[in-house]
């Protein structure tokens, strides 16, 4: 077993299990405590198709460094992570695939998976400690839906960091075509028994095969070992998952060991959300479908642009530059929402946002200087008070240095 595969293991190992139980799975919680002991609580929040794991590399990764500052570190896997989706029975959780993609969207994680994970660590925390929350990715966009919901509070929820995502939805040319051409609606008429989509299974349906073939190859990570074809197909799938001259320091096993299927109903959603531009519940009326002037009256709200629980704590957003996943303007919009909608006293103390420009997506979390650009921005992000060099007074726009 190499250096990587054993540290990654021993923090796996370290960690209390906890389950938490909805719509027929077992979600993994754990908890990570620091050698001191109860410092203050962090919930973190993988992306799609990955788990928890990313946030344990290399190195130990953003767990080791927070548990290294007297933090005591959770990590929940919710049901879009690879190993809960993997794990799946073979047959239906609702008795139709159809009703098995409706439960794996962002709603179910907004409204059920990450308000019950923070009950469950209410359950093993004292009433008074708050927790901060580090969301990545589409963890992040299931976070902000639910925040938008009015679903966190009362769980003691303070402060909270949204890497690279939102309320709002904006990709490179590459990730939004596949949305309008509604590639992966065809997947579900094609296979009507496909549960979801991983770089490691192949071929995929005809039409997402036949559209990866023709896809732009210099955008493709080059080379001829498994991480490499993995990486072709993740690129292809959502978008180019590292800055070129990040490339993430880690053995290949523990690479291919962090991604897996991503369920189709998720897929759908975020298919929805980036055609929209912006977040709303799953086959809400879509840019294709919905009426200019609603009759009848009101049906309700069909989005999530709800900005005013977002005051009840400080929300900070991180995101890179050369991101050709999510692109930066995801981060911008949602900053800038968040700004013109707070009240004045608030405009300037609770709402932040730090573009690091040298820095795509997992690079954020993997990239070799990572630990000296980002992580002190999570951590001064999650308790100001705490923060020593004034990361959090810095300008909107923050350079890192290249690596």
């Known amino acids: 077993m190499d250096k990587a595969q054993a540290e990654l293991e021993r923090l796996r190992d370290g960690a209390d299990l906890f389950e938490v139980e909805v719509d027929g799975l077992k979600l993994p919680l754990k908890r990570h405590r620091g050698k001191g002991g109860g410092g203050p609580p962090v919930l973190l929040l993988h992306g799609g198709s990955t788990c928890s794991d990313i946030f344990l590399v290399p190195g130990g990764g953003l767990v080791q460094y927070l548990l290294n500052r007297n933090w005591e570190v959770w990590t929940l896997d919710w049901r879009g992570s690879c190993r809960v989706v993997d794990a799946l029975p073979q047959d239906c959780l609702a008795g139709s695939m159809e009703a098995e993609r409706a439960l794996f969207t962002l709603d179910g994680v907004a409204l059920c998976d990450i308000p019950l994970a923070l009950a469950k660590m209410r359950e093993h925390l004292d009433p008074d400690q708050k927790i901060g929350i580090v969301a990545f990715c589409a963890g992040a966009g299931a976070l902000a839906m639910s925040i938008a919901r009015g679903k966190l509070r009362g769980l003691g929820v303070d402060n909270v960091v949204l890497m690279t995502l939102g309320l709002f939805y904006e990709t490179p040319w590459d990730g939004w075509i596949k949305a309008e051409d509604f590639l992966i609606e065809r997947v579900v008429v094609q296979d009507a028994s496909c549960r979801g989509v991983s770089p490691h299974r192949t071929p995929w349906a005809r039409d997402m095969e036949e559209a990866f073939k023709r896809w732009p190859q210099a955008w493709l990570t080059p080379g001829s070992t498994s991480s490499h074809a993995m990486y072709r197909r993740l690129t292809f799938m959502f978008g180019e998952p590292y800055a070129a001259t990040l490339q993430p320091d880690m053995p290949e096993n523990v690479l291919l060991s962090m991604f897996g299927s991503l369920h189709l109903g998720l897929y759908l959603h ?106 002190p921005l999570i951590q001064e992000s999650l308790d100001p008070a705490r923060g020593s060099d004034g990361l959090l007074k810095s300008s909107e726009v923050r350079s890192a240095a290249r690596a």
Do not use: C
């Open 270 to 375: 975020l298919g929805q959300q980036v055609r929209r531009g912006h977040s709303a519940p799953f086959n809400a009326p879509d840019i294709v479908d919905r009426a200019r002037v609603r009759r009848g009256g009101s049906t309700g709200r069909a989005h999530d642009l709800n900005p005013e629980p977002f005051y009840d704590g400080s929300v900070v957003l991180i995101g890179g530059a050369q991101n050709r996943l999510w692109h930066r303007d995801s981060v911008d919009l949602m900053y800038e929402w968040l700004r013109s909608n707070a009240p004045p006293s608030l405009r300037k103390s609770s709402i932040r946002k730090h573009i690091l420009t040298d820095y795509a997506h997992l690079d954020l979390l993997w990239g070799k200087r990572a630990r000296e650009d980002v992580y």
